[in-house]
C-alpha cells in the first residue's frame, strides 16, 4: 500500500518576523511580504538612479500588473483598470452614466462608507436617489436587498463580504435578481478579493471594485476596478489619464497622430498608473500570492476561524459574525456580551500583543498565512483571563 504524504509549507518565512504580536488584522493593512519589501527598495533605487530605471517601467509594468489581478479573479486584461482603492471604482461607476432623479440606488444599512460617500452627494444633487436597506434580522441578507427591489432600482451598490462582520452575499443570486429588474449590481470586494475564491464571469456583477492593501498584499494606496465588457462599452466618455489614449505608448510620436481612448477599462486608470513605488511590489505580491493559491488562504483561514469559534468563551464572548461557513467571508468577528466591554477587550487585546481591528462595536479577527493555531491560542487566552 502506497502512502502518500503532503509537505506542510511554514508561510511565516515569506514575512519579517513581526515583533512579538500575533497579527490578526489583514482585514486592515497587510504586511508586504519580503519579496514585495525588495521590490520596492528596487524602486526607490530607480529614482535614486534614474538612469538605471527599466526604459518600459510606464507601460510594462502596469501591464503585468492587470494581467495579474486578472488572471486572480478570472477576467480579461482589458476589463481592469488600476486604482488607488475600492472608491475609484464607485466613482467610475458613478460618473459613468446618465442618471435621473427617480433612479433608485440600493445600499444595504451599515455599508462601508465609501457607498454613501460615493452615491449620496449624487442624491443631494438631485440626480438620484439613494435608498438604505435595512435587515430583517440580525445580519443583512441577499434576500433583504432582493425584496428591496423596485421597478426604478437601477443599481445595487454592496460588499461581497461586509466589512464589520464578514457577511457574505450571495452574488450570483443578487444579480440575476437585479438584472431581471433591469438593474446592475456593483460588488466592493475589498474584504475578500484574494482571500475568498471567485471569478468575476461566476458572480455575475456588472462591477467590482477593491483596494489592494488588505487581502491583495499590496502598499496602500492600490486597487482595481473591473467592469463587463458590455458595460464598459455603455459608459459614457469622461476625462481621463493620457496614458489611456491608443497606442499611448509611442508617446514620443504621440502627438503627431489621432487622440482617441481606448475603449477598454484602462480608461479609469488612476494618472500616473505607473507609480512603482506601489506597482513594483505589488506585483511581486501578486506574483506570491498566485503561488500560494488563493484557495490555499481560505482553507488556512477556515482553520483557524473553526478554531477560534470553536473555544470561544461564550460566557464572555458573543460570535458577531454568521455562524454558518457558507454565509461568512475568511474571517471572523467577535465582541464581549456585555456591549459597553467591547472597546475595554480591545484596549486589552492590543496590550497582550494581539492585533485586531475594532469595528462598529465588535472585534474583527482576520488571520492570514503567516498566522498559526498559537496566535489563535494567544488571543483566546487573553478572551478567557
Known amino acids: ?3 502518500q504524504t503532503h509537505s506542510v509549507v511554514d508561510w511565516r518565512t515569506e514575512w519579517f518576523e513581526l515583533d512579538d504580536v500575533a497579527y490578526l488584522n489583514i482585514a486592515g ?24 530605471m527599466p526604459e518600459d517601467v510606464y507601460f510594462a509594468l502596469p501591464g503585468r500588473v492587470r494581467e495579474k489581478i486578472a ?20 466613482a ?23 457607498h ?31 425584496q428591496a427591489i423596485t421597478p426604478s432600482t437601477r443599481l445595487i451598490s454592496t460588499a461581497l463580504v461586509r466589512f464589520d462582520n464578514g457577511v457574505r452575499c450571495d452574488a450570483k443570486r443578487l444579480a440575476a435578481a437585479a438584472h431581471a ?43 482595481f476596478f473591473w467592469a463587463s465588457g458590455s458595460r464598459i462599452a455603455e459608459m459614457r466618455p469622461s476625462p481621463a489619464y493620457w496614458m489611456a489614449i491608443e497606442n499611448a505608448s509611442e508617446f514620443h510620436k504621440l502627438s503627431q497622430g489621432t487622440m482617441k481612448l481606448e ?38 483561514n477556515q482553520r483557524l476561524i473553526a478554531q477560534l469559534i470553536e473555544r470561544l468563551p461564550l460566557d464572555r464572548c458573543v460570535l458577531a459574525s454568521p455562524a454558518e461557513e457558507q454565509d461568512r467571508g475568511q474571517f471572523v468577528c467577535i465582541a464581549a456580551r456585555k456591549p459597553e466591554r467591547t472597546p475595554e477587550l480591545y484596549e486589552k487585546l492590543r496590550a497582550e500583543g494581539v492585533i485586531v481591528s475594532l469595528r462598529e462595536g465588535s472585534l474583527r479577527v482576520s488571520p492570514y498565512l503567516y498566522n498559526t493555531e498559537r496566535d489563535i491560542d494567544r488571543l483566546l487566552r487573553v478572551l478567557t483571563i
Not at 467610475?92 to 465609501?114: H, Q, R, S, T
Not at 443631494?124 to 435587515?135: I, M, N
Open 181 to 223: 429588474a433591469g438593474a446592475m449590481l456593483l460588488l466592493d470586494a475589498a474584504q475578500c478579493a484574494g482571500a475568498l475564491p471567485f471569478r468575476v464571469t461566476d458572480l455575475g456583477a456588472d462591477f467590482v471594485a477593491s483596494s489592494g492593501y488588505k487581502w491583495l498584499l499590496g502598499p496602500y494606496g492600490t486597487g
Open 116 to 146: 454613501f460617500a460615493t452615491w449620496l452627494p449624487m442624491q443631494e444633487a438631485g440626480r438620484l436617489r439613494v435608498r438604505v436597506v435595512q435587515p430583517r434580522g440580525r445580519f443583512i441578507t441577499t434576500d433583504d436587498l432582493i
Open 263 to 300: 475603449r477598454t477599462a484602462r480608461r479609469w486608470d488612476t494618472p500616473e498608473t505607473a507609480s512603482f513605488f506601489n506597482l513594483a511590489p505589488w506585483e511581486a505580491s501578486l506574483d506570491f500570492l498566485a503561488r500560494a493559491g488563493v484557495q490555499t488562504v481560505w482553507e488556512h
Open 29 to 52: 493593512q497587510s504586511p508586504l511580504p519580503r519579496a514585495a519589501i525588495r521590490a520596492a527598495q528596487a524602486a526607490i533605487e530607480w529614482k535614486k538612479y534614474p538612469h538605471k
Open 1 to 3: 500500500m502506497t502512502t
Open 92 to 114: 467610475a461607476v458613478a460618473n459613468g452614466y446618465d442618471w435621473k432623479p427617480e433612479d433608485e440606488v440600493l445600499i444595504a444599512a451599515g455599508e462601508f462608507p465609501a
Open 71 to 90: 488572471g486572480l479573479i478570472g477576467a480579461a486584461p482589458e476589463e481592469i483598470a488600476l486604482t488607488t482603492g475600492a472608491s475609484a471604482g464607485l
